[in-house]
């Protein structure tokens, strides 16, 4: 299953840190996932401390 980051998201960059394929991208107002990058190996989950990323 693929992870998404929802509109919680306050572009702290703690997931972007944790995310050993570097499939999170930063945008203006929230930060995004390349799903072609992402291995799911939820690293990004456990380090988003609003709870922002979730399982599409």
Same mark, same amino acid.
């Given at each position: ?6 509109? =919680? @998201? &306050?572009?702290?960059? %703690? @997931?972007?840190? #944790?995310? *050993?394929?570097? %499939?999170?991208? #930063?945008?203006? #107002?929230?930060? !995004?996932? /390349? !799903? =072609?990058? @992402?291995t #799911?190996c939820? /690293?990004? &989950? =456990?380090?988003? *401390?609003?709870? %922002?990323? &979730? =399982?599409?």
């Amino acid at each position: 299953m693929a992870y998404v980051i929802t509109d =919680e @998201c &306050v572009a702290c960059g %703690a @997931c972007l840190e #944790e995310c *050993p394929s570097e %499939a999170i991208e #930063e945008g203006e #107002e929230k930060y !995004s996932i /390349n !799903s =072609e990058n @992402c291995t #799911e190996c939820g /690293n990004c &989950v =456990e380090a988003c *401390p609003t709870g %922002a990323i &979730v =399982e599409e």
